[in-house]
């Protein structure tokens, strides 16, 4: 079962505005028992439940900031095949480029919301050496000055899964949150609401075909839920797989008015060796 854990740092008036408005999001993604029991988490603390075999943990409306780049992205791995990959979508320019990391026999990476590419090849590097995922955020976050403003998430070959959400969120949208659940992990910033991340975590759980299949189908899914709410710029995919040097299977829209739509299509017309049959 995925556990629902609500951060509770919040004031209290935006923390009313926050009850309300997670209850409106389970209420489609749920129902109206699995609202009522959040809405008892958020006031009394403790575990709520929902789709089955992830973990969610959200924040809420924040104030606007300069420097923030609106992005939801998933991570995954395919311990059957040896496939590890990344997809991503965002406000800011080529973000396909920027954010998501993945290396043969090792895992994926993505750093986002005062992203910092410089930890990308980093933090491959120390899950290579044998580092457990959450391991490798503590490890980049120790000495970091701006650690209360990232979002990160990394996962191993073998399922591990870690997230990080920005303790000092300053978005200017309402919701920001991550997932994690079997071989995947999917986290967003500047949403439009919990219905993006809800809508990744189904759409990968439920998806037939390869791990770039999955992958694209969680895009999408968080694309169709409302994304970032102030529009999708730039959206890529990134896989690796043994044997391969570097990425097995790289696309990215640097710059489009409807960047996740534009990527899916350029991903059904390709002929690829990742993409299921």
């Excluded at 809800?198 to 409302?226: C, I, K, W």
Aim: some cysteine; glycine content about 10%.
């Amino acid at each position: 079962m995925r556990r629902v854990t609500i951060l509770r740092h919040l004031p209290r008036t935006r923390m009313e505005r926050t009850r309300k408005h997670v209850v409106r999001c389970l209420l489609l993604a749920g129902g109206l028992c699995l609202a009522v029991f959040v809405l008892m988490t958020i006031i009394c603390g403790g575990d709520g439940r929902s789709l089955p075999s992830a973990r969610l943990s959200a924040g809420a409306e924040a104030h606007p900031a300069e420097g923030v780049s609106g992005t939801f992205s998933i991570v995954a791995v395919d311990p059957n095949t040896g496939v590890c990959g990344a997809a991503v979508a965002s406000k800011y320019p080529a973000v396909g480029k920027v954010v998501p990391y993945v290396r043969a026999g090792v895992g994926a990476f993505c750093t986002q919301h005062w992203h910092n590419p410089k930890w990308g090849e980093h933090a491959l590097d120390l899950l290579a050496k044998g580092h457990l995922p959450e391991q490798v955020l503590a490890e980049l976050l120790r000495d970091d000055p701006q650690r209360d403003k990232r979002q990160l998430a990394i996962i191993d070959m073998s399922g591990r899964a870690a997230n990080r959400n920005p303790a000092n969120a300053d978005p200017s949208g309402v919701w920001w949150g991550a997932a994690s659940g079997r071989y995947y992990a999917c986290q967003g910033n500047t949403l439009v609401g919990c219905d993006v991340v809800f809508a990744m975590a189904r759409a990968y759980e439920q998806t037939q075909g390869s791990l770039a299949d999955r992958l694209m189908a969680a895009l999408v899914a968080g694309d169709q839920a409302g994304g970032d709410h102030r529009g999708r710029l730039a959206a890529g995919i990134r896989v690796a797989r043994k044997g391969v040097e570097g990425c097995w299977l790289e696309l990215y829209v640097d710059k489009s008015d409807d960047a996740v739509t534009e990527l899916a299509q350029k991903y059904a017309a390709l002929e690829h060796e990742a993409k299921g049959p």
